[in-house]
């Protein structure tokens, strides 16, 4: 029955609004209907005024319509009644009798009345609120989105709130429009109304004089009895739900509390308003007025004031004591340092002259930029970037801008907000031109004004703007950087992501052989020298059939790279050909020799004489490389990390490749031999 209940009574009660529009029903069933009218309508009423927010009550459209319905099917049934039988029931004549009385004229004017309050008034009002709502709701939903989206790119909101919220605007601007069409239907139903009124009256005098041979005064009489009554019963709903209509609509501005608390809050928040309203009031009792009520109504208010203002007066001492309270226990609270401790993954911070460029309206287009980065960083290396927080800092110079990982400065630049950078192209010889660097890459560059932009471009110059060379810089630092950002949580967040595709490995790998901080060790240490974890499955399955004779990170690491050799490699292609430098058996031999295994890991003591010629070497090999062609070296796996970590702070981008990551039909060109 409940199911039935839950599923089935909105068709079946629409259902039974249709077939009353054409089948005959006695009167004490329309008499249920008339009353069953009245309380729905009533409660529609009452609830617009206990929601918290509009989208609490977001079936009002669709309710509003089927109301409608079933109010135009009460009325084609009350004057189906009317007129073939003059009893339409004890509800309507009821209702009839209490407003005409002994006074049939007297009955029409207020019925007339209700009609004009119900139409021009609140019917009218509500479709224009409506209309209004639902154009500046659409107009701002950009505006929210965007809101939304900054917040999310600065961390503030997670990923869940601000879907949420996004729905949110949408649900909203969805029922302002539907509110806007449904408005149209109480207009019309409004209207429909006083026609059938019009007719009943008519057709009644017509029938009671005709057919019922009845004078013209007992006609009037009982035909305008039961008219007014039928009006009464369908127009006092609808006028109960324009009045909800228009309760709803002019809500927009009130979140989580409802109609009786705001109208309380704010018509109290002022005492000496109700001074001023018990003034008047007093004033009116002198000019004549028989001063009981007056002067009782002013009392009320005067007492009113006072006790209101007393109360505030109060909170405010309260707060103030609060204040100081915290103030003093505030050093003596070990809790209040909980706040210091940890940092953003990631933060930009920015100078007082940068901030138009990332706050507000204009700064849309660079968060933006952020949240595509994200993306791009995500779906080139396989680690889910966490929220770029962005903030300004007094600190910075007036155009700087400083990147954070983890806390640590690792970035600091700066841009010219009002100009271009044109990199490339040589001397430009563009007047007011100021000579910088590429803060990504280091190369000469120049900031130029807008109006030279095109002029650089013909010269052969790469034009971007200020923001872009933020963005650049940011994605550049996050790309060196990923192997520090990424750590357990991120790490079991890829693997949950995993689970769901490939259970298997998941389950044989952790936590039997091993852990998730060795995992998240393992994938560090591939992020570091740029290789992408994307796939993943591939990795843990490398590790799981490593890890069965070691826990040693460097050869996990290795197999990791020996499984996803071929996109290692790929990358480092130039023309489907591998141009590379190789070490010599000799150098080889050194390095291998040179390896120092200890509790605390293993580690290179090479000596420094030979490390120099080493790299003297590498750079005279590095010459015969063709131009374009990334750097590489190959060389055995058991050397290959060892040399790698040698190697790094000499050339960052110096990729050190083994043998086991070159599959079989990549083409491999030697360009030298590295020797000592």
């Known amino acids: 029955m409940r199911t039935l209940l839950r599923e ?33 309508s009533v409660t529609v009423l009452v609830s617009t005024m206990f929601i918290d927010q509009v989208l609490d009550l977001s079936v009002f459209p669709s309710l509003l319509l089927l109301t409608t319905l079933f109010r135009l099917a009460l009325e084609v049934t009350a004057t189906r009644l009317i007129l073939l039988e003059g009893d339409p029931g004890a509800v309507i004549e009821t209702f009839g009798r209490l407003v005409v009385g002994n006074n049939v004229v007297v ?22 609120v409506s209309e209004v709502a639902a154009r500046f709701t659409l107009d701002a939903m950009p505006g929210k989105q965007m809101a939304v989206d900054a ?10 709130e601000a879907r949420r919220r996004r729905q949110d605007i949408e649900r909203e601007a969805d029922f302002y429009g539907a509110m806007d069409g449904a408005s149209k239907f109480v207009r019309g139903d409004a209207i429909a109304g006083i026609v059938i009124v019009l007719i009943n009256i008519i057709g009644g005098l017509i029938i009671g004089l005709v057919e019922r041979h009845m004078s013209l005064g007992a006609a009037a009489s009982t035909y305008t009895i039961l008219t007014v009554g039928e009006g009464l019963t369908t127009q006092i709903p609808a006028l109960l739900l324009s ?22 809050a704010q018509l109290t928040a002022l005492p000496r308003v109700l001074y001023i309203v018990a003034v008047v009031l007093g004033l009116l009792a002198i000019l004549g007025i028989p001063p009981l009520i007056p002067l009782l109504l002013g009392a009320a208010s005067f007492y009113l004031a006072w006790r209101l203002d007393q109360a505030q007066k109060k909170e405010k001492a309260a707060q103030e004591e ?16 909980l706040s210091l401790i940890g940092s953003d993954p990631i933060e930009l911070e920015v100078g007082v002259g940068l901030v138009p460029l990332v706050g507000g309206q204009a700064g849309r287009d660079l968060r933006d930029r952020i949240a595509a980065l994200r993306r791009q960083i995500t779906a080139e290396l396989g680690l889910v970037v966490p929220p770029i927080r962005v903030r300004d800092n007094l600190e910075l110079g007036l155009n700087q801008y400083r990147i954070r990982i983890r806390g640590a400065e690792v970035a600091l630049a ?7 950078l044109a990199m490339g192209g040589g001397d430009l010889g563009i007047e007011n031109a100021v000579p910088t660097q590429d803060p990504v890459f280091g190369v000469p560059a120049f900031w130029i004004r ?5 002029r650089a471009e013909m010269a052969g110059a790469t034009v971007i703007d200020p923001g872009s060379v933020m963005v650049t810089h940011l994605a550049e630092v996050i790309r060196r950087h990923a192997w520090e950002i990424i750590g357990r949580q991120d790490v079991k967040l890829l693997i949950d992501h995993v689970r769901t595709t490939h259970p298997v490995v998941v389950q044989e790998l952790i936590p039997d052989l091993l852990s998730l901080g060795e995992v998240q060790r393992v994938l560090s240490n591939l992020l570091r020298e740029r290789v992408s974890i994307r796939d993943l499955p591939t990795i843990l399955e490398a590790l799981a059939d490593r890890a069965r004779t070691t826990h040693d990170i460097d050869v996990l690491t290795e197999a990791a790279r020996q499984a996803v050799g071929r996109q290692i490699t790929r990358r480092l292609m130039r023309q489907g050909v591998l141009h590379a430098l190789v070490l010599s058996p000799e150098v080889e031999a050194e390095i291998r020799n040179a390896i120092e295994h200890t509790d605390q890991g293993n580690y ?61 039909d990549i083409a491999v060109k030697t360009v030298g031999v590295v020797s000592i």
């Not at 039974?16 to 009353?35: C, G, Q, R, T």
């Not at 989580?256 to 109208?263: A, F, H, K």
């Not at 010459?623 to 702070?649: F, Q, W």
């Open 414 to 420: 700066e841009v010219r907000p009002d100009r271009f």
């Open 604 to 664: 290179l003591n090479l000596d420094p004489a030979k490390a120099q010629r080493l790299f003297q070497s590498i750079r005279d090999s590095l010459k015969n490389l063709p131009e374009g062609a990334p750097p590489t070296i190959i060389t055995s796996p058991v050397v290959r990390m060892y040399l790698k970590r040698l190697t790094e702070r000499m050339w960052r981008d110096l990729a050190v490749l083994s043998y086991a990551e070159l599959a079989s």
């Open 243 to 264: 009045t909800s209509t228009g309760i709803l609509v002019t809500r927009s501005g009130a979140t989580g509390s409802t109609l009786n608390r705001d109208v309380l």
């Open 8 to 40: 089935g009574f909105v068709p079946v009660a629409a259902i039974i609004a249709v077939l009353m529009l054409v089948i005959p029903v006695p009167p004490w069933v329309l008499d249920f209907f008339l009353l069953v009218n009245i309380a729905l």
């Open 450 to 454: 807008e109006d030279s932009r095109q």
């Open 322 to 337: 609060k204040k100081r309270v915290d103030s003093e226990n505030q050093k003596n609270r070990p809790e209040s340092a």
């Open 151 to 160: 917040e999310l790119n600065a961390g503030l909101i997670k990923e869940d």
């Open 107 to 128: 009955g029409i004017i207020i019925f007339i009345i209700l009609i004009v309050i119900q139409f021009l008034v609140i019917t009218r009002g509500a479709e224009r």
